[in-house]
């Protein structure tokens, strides 16, 4: 059984930033694309940066320049580093991760239950 797990929300003034974590918890042979989407209130989600099994990163024009997305393959961790934050960038932000369970399964995407980011001052 695989399980994503988001953390590090929170509430931050106008301006500045959080660095949300991201893992996946039990079977987890190898983890390939991660991805955080963000949903404001009341909106459809949407991605905001993806990061390939080698590095690779893609980003919403959005967030260009304010937000970064990494991994640690060792630590099968992805990470999203939230900069220069704005109240609009209020709402639930999640990660999905390809996962290999275990050598010779498929990879499976996973989502989390997501983390709250509110900016406000």
Known sequence: QVQVVESGGGLVQPGGSLRLSCTASGERSSIGTGAWHY???????????????????NYAESVKGRFTISRDNAEKMVYLQLNNLQPE?????????????????????????????????
Request: glycine content about 12%; aromatic content about 10%.
């Open 39 to 57: 949903q404001a209130p009341g909106k459809q989600r949407m991605v905001v940066a993806t990061i390939t099994s080698i590095g690779s990163t």
């Open 89 to 121: 960038d209020t709402g639930i932000y999640y990660c999905s991760l390809s996962v290999r369970p275990r050598l010779g399964a498929p990879y499976r995407d996973y989502w989390g239950l997501g983390t709250q980011v509110t900016v406000s001052s």
